[in-house]
């Protein structure tokens, strides 16, 4: 096998991954918009939400809209190095090229609004908490999401135990906190319980210590798509153009 046959089950094998990957991600999305039980319909239900929390309910499309993309990706990928096929080559190197160039504008994009990513950030948690404090213990939907949130993340409300003073649990329980905010615990877990246990914490300062300790495998995922994305438009040209020069 030669360098031009390496490279074109290299494309294959690669676009072939995309495609299944594009698929899954397309059932997934589908999946989400069909489910009327899934997470999206529980954030439609808050009340007091910030209107930019209902561009949430779109992900369902976005899931959509990527995996048709990469599935479309990986069939031009695949098709195009099997077949040989000029036109399919250089619309799979176009969209790569869309696509990288999209990538780049969304990180300066995020750069450039971080204010306003941190100002919504700040209207998502003033409406948790008070959903918290209107639902939790009250509303199974709401309740049995906190709880499995929780207990998954090993954390205790939206910012700390403190969320959860006026709720209808706090209020039915004689002002206790839900047990995930004593982990280990026999004893009710009230406010000195909570703030007793000091590895616990709101789930928000979770998700963010998770991220900021995998920022660097976040960094290092996002270049090596980057680079994969370049490798694969300069092989798509590389066979583009030893097709044409083969044909002439």
Not at 203 to 211: E, T
Not at 219 to 241: D, F, K, P, R, T
Request: glycine share 8%; hydrophobic share 50%.
């Amino acid at each position: 096998m030669g360098c031009y046959g390496f490279l074109k089950l290299m494309m294959f094998v690669f676009n072939g991954i995309i495609f299944l990957a594009g698929a899954a991600i397309l059932g997934v999305g589908i999946w989400v918009k069909v489910d009327s039980g899934s997470i999206l319909s529980f954030l439609g239900k808050i009340e007091n939400a910030p209107p930019e929390l209902s561009q949430v309910l779109n992900v369902g499309y976005l899931l959509i809209a990527i995996g048709a993309l990469l599935v479309v990706i990986g069939f031009l990928g695949c098709c195009g190095a099997v077949r040989e096929s000029k036109c399919m080559l250089l619309l799979f190197f176009i969209i790569v090229l869309v696509v990288f160039i999209a990538e780049v504008a969304g990180a300066v994009v995020i750069l450039v609004f971080r204010p306003l990513a941190d100002e919504l950030v700040q209207k998502v948690g003033i409406a948790a908490v008070k959903n918290i404090r209107k639902d939790y213990g009250k509303n199974a939907d709401v309740t049995g999401l906190w709880n499995t949130t929780m207990s998954t993340l090993k954390c205790c409300g939206f910012y700390n135990s403190s969320d959860f003073v006026g709720s209808p649990y706090y209020v039915d329980h004689n002002s206790q906190y839900p047990p995930q905010c004593c982990p280990g615990m026999n004893y009710p877990c009230n406010q000195t319980m909570a703030d007793s246990v000091t590895i616990i914490t709101g789930c928000f300062p979770k998700i963010m210590q998770l991220i900021d300790d995998n920022t660097v495998v976040i960094v290092a995922v996002a270049l090596g798509i980057a680079v994969l994305e370049i490798c694969a438009m300069v092989v798509s040209m590389i066979l583009y153009c030893r097709i044409k020069s083969t044909s002439a």
